[in-house]
């Protein structure tokens, strides 16, 4: 059992419409999934943009509502906002977005940024926070003089880190990572990763990653959720997704990934071309008759995949 348990979760936004407002139709953001969180180990949770990825995170820290389904922590419902503040939830999780600079209030100094998390929960005296907030600031590779300045004084990796170390500030147990590293550069990209690696080495803190890209996740990740349309159509470790793809979805993520290998550009684009067309043409195969990606089946105790159970393979 992992310290966090999803089962089962809908998350479905009404659309309303017509004069009277009322409500039409339901966008399926999330219909009907399972997450399984153990310590210190790495998730990757990859889809497009859409699939409802971002809902999955928010939903699990509270700051969307779900439809239906649950979330366990250490086998405690939490779903709901009561149970969630008694179990100091929000000190256990914490989530980090792709645009830091709008997370950040731009008016308080990277002090008071860091420490917030800790003013909620801790009560230190100025000097002792003040200590606290220099040795994350030291865990992210910035100094002492970094305390006093404000963020759009950063750059956009260094504020990467800076949401990272604010997520560590709380001694979390899962951080939620939301593209943090979508917005940069390659090399600035390796960096922060390396960065979340090291940390997770040092506190033992899971970590959600989301991504739309298979290949940002693939040297960070333990265990892989790929997610199409507000459901799972693949589960499994690493080396199964990556080695041993078996939805076509995952397949065309796969191909996705840009190489730098340029020797086989031309064979890498014909495979793109390829699962592409597969993708158009096996439709039916992949997906029931409403377009709705299947119910996940075995193929191993750890490898899942979203097949028709009746067999269609
Ligand atoms: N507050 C909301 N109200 C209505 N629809 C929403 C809301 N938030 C997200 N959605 C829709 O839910 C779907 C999933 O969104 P999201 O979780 O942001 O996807 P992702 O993070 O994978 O890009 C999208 O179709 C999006 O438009
Ligand atoms: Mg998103």
Not at 77 to 88: C, M
């Amino acid at each position: 059992m992992g310290f966090i348990e999803v089962k089962d979760l809908k998350v479905h936004y009404p659309i309303r419409s017509g004069f009277f407002n009322r409500v039409t139709d339901y966008v399926y953001a999330v219909d009907g999934v399972d997450l399984h969180i153990e310590a210190g180990k790495t998730y990757g949770l990859v889809g497009e943009s859409g699939s409802g990825k971002s809902t999955i995170g928010k939903t699990i820290i509270g700051l969307e509502k779900a439809t239906s389904g649950k979330v366990f922590y250490e086998g405690k419902d939490v779903t709901n906002k009561q149970r969630r503040d008694k179990e100091h939830f929000s000190k256990n999780v914490q989530m980090i977005f792709q645009d830091s600079l709008s997370s950040f209030n731009p008016k308080k100094r990277i002090l008071d940024i860091i420490a917030e998390p800790i003013r909620n929960f801790e009560r230190l005296s100025a000097g002792e926070e003040r200590q606290k907030v220099l040795s994350l600031l030291d865990t992210i590779g910035l100094g002492e003089e970094a305390l006093y300045k404000y963020p759009h004084e950063f750059s956009g990796g260094q504020r990467q880190r800076i949401g990272v170390a604010r997520a560590l500030a709380s001694n979390p147990r899962l951080i939620i990572a939301d593209e943090p590293v979508s917005a940069l550069d390659l090399s600035v990209q390796a960096q922060i990763l390396n960065y979340m690696k090291r940390i997770q080495e040092e506190f033992n803190v899971s970590y959600l990653f989301i991504s739309h890209d298979l290949g940002v996740v693939r040297h960070m990740c333990d265990e892989l959720y790929i997610m199409y349309r507000g459901r799972f159509v693949e589960t499994g470790k690493k080396a199964e997704i990556y080695s041993d793809p078996r939805h076509i979805y995952t397949k065309r993520l796969l191909s996705a990934v840009p190489t730098l290998d340029p020797v086989n550009r031309d064979a890498n684009k014909a495979k793109r071309r390829e699962t592409e067309k597969a993708f158009r043409e096996q439709q039916a195969q992949y997906f029931d008759a409403n377009g709705r990606v299947f119910d996940l089946q075995d193929i191993t105790p750890s490898h899942k995949v979203a097949l028709d159970s009746k067999g269609g393979r």
